[in-house]
């Protein structure tokens, strides 16, 4: 989604904006640009498409200056286009956002009548006419001031000024903002990652601040023009894992990867000396938690709905899952004894953030389960569990979800064993087969060859469904998930047991259906329910785990094996060969696998 980078220095900046701005092509855009200030003119650079399009109309422009702004744009007013790419500028004003100004209708048609001309279909375009008009009035902050109170909506903003050769503003109310410092120049940033090539010395602007940002001076200030002061943060240099290396594409890096993923999670959990889980700094007593609430949107709600299984098998807590886009709208009836975890590998996405600042402002117990610990949720939790994964850069998650059910899973077992449900020899079981976990996934990812053979099939199918029961439901809803992200194939993931009310009408000859049937409780009956669809003529691709059994079953076009773990474990090796079927579908298709179209990596607008 929509990202920004702003540069105050004694030395060109046109260079490291589009560094940065690559940094933050992960997101998912669909234009991007640059203003920078010289000769006392504000010099624009913009243009639909990908900022290796902007890197080349930069070198036949000459494009220089000491400060500038760069932004990458997802479209939300207005289609994407060289004219609706960021900057906005006016005569004397240049301005980045990411967000939504709710009221930009009315404001424009205030503007029009004192004479602004719009250019643009955005809703940013106000914000650069606004400060222009106020400016003739006021001085500069409390023009911002001003300004600020009268957008509606969440944003984070960058702002350089034609008659202001060193400062850059920045502003922030719902979507993130980092300022980043550095030898005689300063940074402004939509998050942390765009500016690691420059700084690891952060601060982070919580809602309603605004920053002014110099070359060798950065000041913070509270909505109501005060200065406020900003712990700085040294954040870690480890950048690992941000090429390609021998991939064609990140997903398919992130999804081989899985197998460290989990033993650096294992590691920082499991005491494999006390065979026990450890979760540090646990600031609830566990006798005072009856019930989970976890929210979270796309593959993490996925991650959630596995976990209402394992609390449901493991403790004796109650148990709902929503995604934050509902609940935060809903008319929540909050409990002292709830603890609410917020699932989130980019931990900025708006809607889990809007619904922990609801759980916040009603004084809950908060939880977050986050890949990104500098994060806007990490920072707004009580308790923070990172998933270890490294940086996720493939817009569909992959890797994270794994993580993402390993932290959802431990935390679990460990409530589980706090509450004295698990006895002592389970709970020593299950830690062996975490340990196991990783090498088995490894194994796993050997399906690859045969999964590449199947993809034809997929790539041409006007559509197809993914059936599991139990475990293995949320992991068909992920597997048709994934499939549609990526390949753009219209994908169902459906509890096998509703087929006969409804879906099975769409099954037709040829139709490609996976079947997820791992040798657990639910077996047997899916494979009734596998037969029903093969004799209406489906292509089953079956995946279950390796057994001594035969299938009880004819006319399955395909079968695939993960190997064997106890049974609450398995969605972590089904998913697997779903995430390799997505990948080698959209890749037999041709499509950019690492930026699906119309998505982005980090949903920052509701
Ligand atoms: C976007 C991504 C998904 C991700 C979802 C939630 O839609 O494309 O892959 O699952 O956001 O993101 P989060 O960072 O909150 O896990």
């Known amino acids: 989604m929509c990202g920004i980078v702003g540069i105050t220095s004694n030395n060109d900046v046109t260079a490291r904006i589009l560094g940065s701005l690559k940094k933050l092509e992960y997101r998912g855009y669909d234009s991007a640009g640059i203003a920078t200030l010289s000769d006392g003119n504000i010099n624009e650079v913009k243009c639909e498409g990908r900022v290796e399009s902007l890197e080349k109309n930069i070198s036949r422009t000459n494009l220089q200056g000491t400060i500038g702004i760069g932004h990458v744009r997802w479209a939300t007013h207005g289609k994407p286009s060289t004219l609706n790419a960021h900057p906005h500028s006016s005569e004397v004003v240049s301005v980045v956002h990411n967000g939504i100004i709710e009221n930009s209708t009315i404001l424009k048609k205030l503007l029009e009548k004192k004479g602004y001309r719009f250019k643009s279909q955005t809703d940013t375009e106000v914000i650069a006419h606004l400060v222009t008009d106020y400016l003739k009035k006021d001085n500069l902050k409390n023009t911002i001031v001003k300004v600020l109170k009268k957008l509606h909506g969440s944003f984070a903003l960058g702002i350089i000024f034609k008659d202001q050769p060193d400062l850059i503003v920045g502003a922030r109310r719902g979507s993130p903002l980092a300022v980043g410092y550095g030898p005689d120049e300063n940074y402004l940033g939509s998050d942390s990652y765009a500016l690691k090539a420059m700084t690891n010395k952060i601060s982070y602007l919580n809602d309603g601040e605004f920053c002014i940002i110099k070359k060798d001076l950065v000041e913070f200030f509270d909505s109501n023009a005060k200065k406020i002061n900003k712990k700085i943060l040294n954040l870690s240099k480890n950048d690992q894992s941000i090429d390609k290396g021998d991939y064609k594409y990140f997903m398919s890096k992130e999804v081989d990867e899985q197998p460290i993923t989990i033993k650096n999670c294992v590691n920082e959990y499991i005491d494999k000396f006390n065979k026990q889980i450890n979760i540090y700094n646990f600031p609830w007593k566990i006798r005072d938690i009856s019930s989970v609430v976890l929210i979270g949107c796309g593959t993490a709600y996925h991650a959630c709905l596995i976990a209402k299984y394992w609390f449901e098998e493991h403790t004796s807590l109650d148990v709902t899952v929503d995604v934050a886009s509902e609940f935060r709208y809903r008319k929540i009836k909050f409990k002292k004894d709830s603890l609410y975890i917020f699932v989130s590998q980019s931990g900025e996405t708006a809607d889990t953030y809007a619904a922990l600042d609801i759980c916040k402002k009603n004084k809950m117990k908060t939880c977050s389960i986050v890949n990104v610990v500098e994060s806007s949720i990490a920072r707004d939790s009580q308790l923070v569990l990172p998933i270890h994964c490294g940086p996720e850069i493939g817009v569909a998650s992959t890797k994270a979800f794994l993580g993402q059910m390993l932290v959802l899973y431990l935390l679990c077992l460990k409530i589980s064993f706090d509450k004295k449900i698990i006895s002592k020899k389970k709970y ?13 996934t490894k194994k796993t990812l050997k399906v690859d060859s045969k999964i590449q053979k199947l993809c034809k099939v997929f790539a041409n199918a006007k559509g197809c469904m993914f059936l599991g029961r139990g475990y293995s439901f949320p992991i068909a809803l992920e597997g048709a998930l994934k499939l549609k992200e990526l390949a753009y194939i219209h994908a169902e993931g459906y509890p096998a047991g509703e087929m006969k009310h409804g879906p099975l009408a769409l099954i037709e000859e040829g139709m490609p259906v996976v079947v997820l049937a791992p040798r657990d409780d639910h077996y047997k009956k899916i494979v009734s329910n596998m037969q029903e669809v ?14 001594k059994n035969e299938i009880q079953s004819e006319n399955i076009w395909e079968t695939i094996e993960v190997e064997n773990i106890s049974e609450d474990l398995l969605p972590f ?24 179209r119309n998505l982005a990596k980090s949903v920052t607008v509701e």
């Open 534 to 547: 093969i004799s209406r003529g489906a292509k089953v691709l079956l995946i279950t785990n390796k057994s």
């Open 573 to 596: 090796l089904i998913t697997i060969p779903l995430q390799k079927l997505a990948y080698y579908s959209a890749l037999e298709k041709g499509y950019d696998i690492d930026k699906p």
């Open 428 to 440: 020593s079981e299950k830690i062996k087969y975490l340990l196991s976990l990783s090498n088995l």
